[in-house]
C-alpha cells in the first residue's frame, strides 16, 4: 500500500503573463519528512510554497495535499499551515493578542488554548503581551511560526523561515520543526541557507527556472556530485598525504582549499540537471565521525601495485594552508574517498576529521547559479 503524502504533486505549471514560474515540476513530500526547497531568486519556490497554501491555483497539473486534491478554489487546503513573504499580522496587537485573532479567524478549526504553548515552543513567552509593532523580523517569523502551530497542522509551508533569526531563535524554531516532523507533521520550507537546510531537511528539490533539477534525499545529492573537495584530518597527516596521493580518482590539494575557491572549482561548467549520476549505488554522505581511540602509531602504507601517477592539484590560490598543518584537502568523488578512508583506516591512522568544504547542496546550488549566468 502506497504511504500517504503530504504532497503529491505532478507537472505542475504556472505562469505569469509570459514568465513560465513553474514548468512541468513534479513533488512527493513524506508525511513526517523535512524537504527543503533550494533554488536561486526568481527559482519559482515561493510561487510553488503559495500554491500548497491555495494562494493560487496551477494553470496546469495535478496536484495532491494530504491525500486529496486541490481544487480550482483559493482556499487553504485542511490540515495546512504556513505563511509565505513572511506572516501577516496585526502590528497594533500584542503577540498573545495576534494569536487569539488567528485562531478566531479560523473558526472551529483553530484552538484558542495552547497559545501560551505555542509562544513558549517558539521562545516568545517574555514578549507575550508587547504589541508586534515593535518586534524584529526574527521575532514576527516566530510569531508566525507560532499562529501556524495553533492549527496543529499536517502540512506545513514555511517561506524562508530562518530570515531574521538570531542563534537562539533559531535554535527554537529548528527544535519546533523537528518536534512536528517527528510526530508525523509534513514540512516543506524554502530557504537560501544551505546550512539551515542541510541542518533540517531529510529531502531538497533544487529549482532552477521553474524546473526541478534535482529531487531526492540529501545523501543521494552527495552521491551523485561532481568531485567535491573535503578536508582531511589525520593523526599522521604526511602518511595520509602520500595514501591519498597514490589512492586513484584522488587529487591533493596543496593549498588547503579555502571555502571559496573550492566552491568556484566545482562552479565550473554544470551540465544541464547539474549533478549526473556517477555511480549506481547511493553512498552514504562522506562524513567520518572522529575515531578517537584509533592507533596513532606511524602507519605501513600498504604497496600499491598498479597505482597511477600521483595527482596533485597545483596550489590555484597561494597563502597558507587555512586548516591548519595537521589537515589536507582531497579532491574526490564520493567512491575514490570510501576506497582512501579505508586505505587510511587500514594504515593505523585515525581519521579525526573528513567533512566537505563545501557542501555537495552548497556546490549544487553553486552550479545552478553559475549555469543562469552563463546562460544570460
Ligand atoms: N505575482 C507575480 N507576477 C508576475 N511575476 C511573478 C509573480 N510572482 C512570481 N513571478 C515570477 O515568477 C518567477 C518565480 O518567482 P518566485 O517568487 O516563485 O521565485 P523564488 O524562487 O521564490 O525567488 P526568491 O528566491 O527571489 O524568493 C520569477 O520570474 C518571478 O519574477
Known amino acids: 500500500m502506497d504511504t500517504l503524502l ?24 513524506a508525511q ?25 491555483v496551477a494553470d496546469s497539473g495535478r496536484l495532491e495535499v494530504l491525500g486529496t486534491p486541490v481544487g480550482r478554489a483559493l482556499a487553504v487546503p485542511d490540515g495546512v499551515a ?52 515593535g518586534f524584529s523580523l526574527g521575532m514576527r517569523q516566530r510569531l508566525g511560526l507560532a499562529a501556524a502551530l495553533l492549527t496543529r497542522p499536517r502540512l506545513l509551508v514555511l517561506d524562508e523561515p530562518s530570515n531574521g533569526l538570531d542563534p537562539a531563535g533559531k535554535r527554537h524554531v529548528h527544535r519546533v520543526l523537528t518536534r512536528l516532523a517527528a510526530d508525523g507533521t509534513g514540512i516543506v520550507l524554502s530557504s537560501h541557507r544551505m546550512d539551515d537546510v542541510e541542518a533540517l531537511c531529510s529531502d531538497v528539490t533544487l529549482l532552477a527556472t521553474g524546473r526541478v533539477v534535482f529531487s531526492g534525499p540529501l545523501g543521494k545529492l552527495a552521491a551523485e556530485s561532481r568531485e567535491l573537495d573535503y578536508r582531511l584530518l589525520t593523526s599522521d597527516p604526511r602518511a595520509a598525504r602520500a595514501l591519498a596521493l597514490s589512492t586513484p580518482g584522488i587529487a591533493v590539494v596543496d593549498d588547503g582549499g579555502t571555502p571559496t575557491a573550492a566552491a568556484a572549482r566545482h562552479n565550473a561548467p554544470a551540465p544541464p540537471g547539474i549533478v549526473p549520476a ?13 575515531q578517537h581511540g584509533t592507533p ?44 582512501l578512508v579505508a586505505r587510511i583506516v587500514r594504515a593505523g591512522i585515525a581519521v579525526r576529521e573528513l567533512a566537505p568544504v563545501v557542501s555537495p547542496l552548497e556546490a549544487a546550488f553553486l552550479a545552478l547559479t553559475e549555469q543562469q549566468e552563463a546562460d544570460r
Open 82 to 133: 504556513g505563511f509565505v513573504d513572511g506572516p501577516g499580522l496585526y502590528p497594533a496587537l500584542t503577540a498573545r493578542q495576534n494569536l487569539a485573532a488567528l485562531a478566531a479567524l479560523r473558526g472551529r478549526t483553530a484552538r484558542t488554548a495552547g497559545i501560551d504553548d505555542v509562544l513558549d515552543q517558539v521562545g516568545l513567552t517574555d514578549v507575550a503581551d508587547d504589541r508586534a509593532r
Open 296 to 339: 596513532t602509531s606511524s602507519p605501513t602504507v600498504p604497496p600499491q601495485h598498479g597505482a597511477p601517477t600521483p595527482h596533485t592539484v597545483p596550489a590555484q590560490r597561494g597563502g597558507t594552508a587555512r586548516y591548519g598543518a595537521e589537515a589536507f584537502v582531497v579532491s574526490a568523488l564520493v567512491p575514490a574517498l570510501d576506497v
Open 32 to 56: 513526517g519528512q523535512i524537504h527543503g526547497l533550494v533554488g536561486p531568486n526568481g527559482a519559482g519556490k515561493t510561487t510553488l510554497l503559495g500554491l500548497l497554501l491555495g494562494l493560487a
Open 6 to 29: 503530504a504532497v503529491r504533486a505532478r507537472g505542475i505549471t504556472r505562469y505569469f503573463g509570459d514568465v513560465v514560474a513553474l514548468d512541468g515540476v513534479d513533488l512527493d513530500v
Open 278 to 290: 556517477q555511480h549506481g549505488t547511493p553512498t552514504p554522505p562522506p562524513t567520518v565521525p572522529a
